[in-house]
Structures are given as C-alpha cells and as structure tokens.
C-alpha cells in the first residue's frame, strides 16, 4: 500500500506563498495520478490540482489557475503544491492523494483516489 504525508502548511497573509510537500512511502512505484484537495470548514473536500505519473498534464480548479502549480519528482517520491498570491479563500486543510492503477482524464472528485494524507493546515488572513 502507498502512505502518504503532507507538509508545509502555516499562517501566511493575503498575497504570500507557501509551498506544500506530499511524501510518499510504501509501493510508490504504483503511485499513478496524484492529485491535491482542500476542505474547508463545514464545506466539502474540493478538487484543487492533478498531475499524471509522468508530470506531462496537470490540471487545475478554475479558482486556483494561475495562482498554484503542481509537480512531482518521482525519484524522491514527492509530489508538490507551489501557492502563490493566496487568498483568504484559500484557507483550508490540504489533502494530497493518489491511485494504484493507471487511469487516464481528469478526476476531480474524492472518490477517484484510493490513498489520501492526513492533511496540511493553510490559513491565510486578510
């Protein structure tokens, strides 16, 4: 199985960056698609970005375009979350996830990813 673990999240104000990280361990060589969410309070867990196993197509959440770029290095088993020019509206927990088969489009609900991290904290004041 895959065990994922996010980093990087803080306090940060309206117009700073942060850059999360999601570690990767277990079966990493099964880690296909990846992908970032965020869930707000009282809100449902909302698509973010996705990349493929090969870093060759990313997509985005028309809120975050522009503004988020999602990468990954397989040979360190991390995926990555650059965000620049935060909003307030940003703030929520992070979840990086991922599956352990190939698959191919776009996936932006929590029910096309197998394994999922515990979450990252971003807030962002105003």
């Known amino acids: 199985q895959v065990q994922l673990v996010e980093s990087g999240g803080g306090l940060v104000q309206a117009g700073g960056s942060l850059r999360l990280s999601c570690a990767a361990s277990?079966?990493?060589?099964?880690?296909?698609?990846m992908g970032w969410f965020r869930q707000a309070p009282g809100k449902e867990r909302e698509f973010v970005a996705q990349?493929?196993?090969?870093?060759?197509?990313?997509y985005y959440a028309d809120s975050v375009k522009g503004r988020f770029t999602i990468s990954r290095d397989n040979a360190k088993n991390t995926m990555y979350l650059q965000m620049n020019s935060l909003k307030p509206e940003d703030t929520a927990v992070y979840y990086c996830?991922?599956?352990?088969?190939?698959?191919?489009?776009?996936?932006?609900?929590?029910?096309?990813?197998?394994?999922w991290g515990q979450g990252t904290q971003v807030t962002v004041s105003s």
């Open positions: 277990g079966r990493t060589f099964s880690t296909y698609d």
């Open positions: 996830c991922t599956i352990d088969f190939p698959a191919t489009g776009l996936r932006t609900t929590p029910n096309g990813y197998r394994y």
């Open positions: 990349i493929t196993w090969g870093g060759d197509r990313t």
